[in-house]
C-alpha cells in the first residue's frame, strides 16, 4: 500500500517559469518530509525537506509547502533551468523512524 | 570515499541463480540503507543497519534475501533462488546516524532476472 503518491508522472515545463511537483500522503502520522532529484544512472541526491511543524521551507529557487490538514505537499522550482530536468522523488517518514516512504516519482523536462 | 559505491552496476541473471550486490559507504557512516525500485514504483525499504547494532530487516520482501555488513562498513545484499519480480534498481545508501534524511545514494545496481 503506498502511502506517499505523486499522481503526475511527468511534467514538462518552459525554461524560466515555474515548475509545480505535487505529493500526496496517507498517513497522518508523517513527521518529515523531503524531496529528492534523480538524474539518468546517478542515485537520488536530497534536494529539501520540511518538517510538520512548518508549512514552508525554501533554498534559493526551491520551495516546498506543506498542508497537513490536506495531507499534501508540493515542489515549487522558480525559475525552471535545463539542468533541473530530472525525476523529483517525495519522501516521508515518522518521528523517530529512520525509514522513508517513497512517491513513484515525477520526470521533470525543462524546454529551452 | 567520496560517495557511495554500489557494484556491479549492472547485472543480467537467469532465474533460480543466486546474486550478490555490494555497496561500500561513505567512510565514517555509521547508518547503511538498502532500498529498491521497481518499474514505476516509488523506492522501498530493504533492510537498515546502524553500528553495531542489529540489523532492522523489516522490509525484505522474502527469506530469500538477506544482508550483511562487514566491520560496520561494506554491505552486501544477496538474493537466492532469483525470481523475475526480484527484478529492480537496488539503491543502497548511508548517512552519517539514523534519523539524518539526507541520505547519500550510490548510483544503484540494475537487476535483471530472465
Known amino acids: 500500500d503506498q502511502q506517499v503518491k505523486q499522481n503526475s508522472p511527468s511534467l514538462s515545463v518552459q525554461e524560466g517559469r515555474i515548475s509545480i511537483l505535487n505529493c500526496d500522503y496517507t498517513?497522518?502520522?508523517?513527521?518529515?518530509f523531503l524531496w529528492y532529484k534523480k538524474y539518468p544512472a546517478e542515485g537520488p541526491t536530497f534536494l529539501i525537506s520540511i518538517s510538520s511543524i512548518k508549512d514552508k521551507n525554501e533554498d534559493g529557487r526551491f520551495t516546498v509547502f506543506l498542508n497537513k490538514s490536506a495531507k499534501h505537499l508540493s515542489l515549487h522550482i522558480v525559475p525552471s533551468q535545463p539542468g533541473d530536468s530530472a525525476v523529483y522523488f517525495c519522501?516521508?517518514?515518522?518521528?523517530?523512524?529512520?525509514?522513508?516512504?517513497f512517491g513513484a516519482g515525477t520526470t521533470v523536462t525543462v524546454r529551452a | 570515499g567520496a560517495g557511495v559505491s554500489q557494484s556491479p552496476s549492472n547485472k543480467v541473471t537467469e532465474k533460480g541463480k543466486d546474486v550478490e550486490l555490494r555497496c561500500d559507504p561513505i567512510?565514517?557512516?555509521?547508518?547503511l540503507y538498502w532500498y529498491r525500485q521497481s518499474l514505476g514504483q516509488g523506492l522501498e525499504f530493504l533492510i537498515y543497519?546502524?553500528?553495531?547494532?542489529?540489523?532492522?530487516k523489516s522490509g525484505l520482501p522474502s527469506d530469500r534475501f538477506s544482508a550483511e555488513r562487514t566491520g560496520g562498513s561494506v554491505s552486501t545484499l544477496t538474493i537466492q533462488r532469483t525470481q523475475q519480480e526480484d527484478s529492480a534498481v537496488y539503491l543502497c545508501?548511508?548517512?552519517?546516524?539514523?534519523?539524518?534524511?539526507?541520505?547519500?545514494f550510490g548510483s544503484g545496481t540494475r537487476l535483471t532476472v530472465v
Open positions: 543497519f546502524q553500528g553495531n547494532s542489529a540489523p532492522d
Open positions: 545508501a548511508s548517512s552519517l546516524s539514523a534519523f539524518t534524511y539526507g541520505y547519500t
Open positions: 498517513n497522518s502520522m508523517f513527521d518529515y
Open positions: 567512510s565514517g557512516h555509521t547508518a
Open positions: 519522501a516521508a517518514s515518522e518521528r523517530n523512524d529512520y525509514k522513508l516512504s
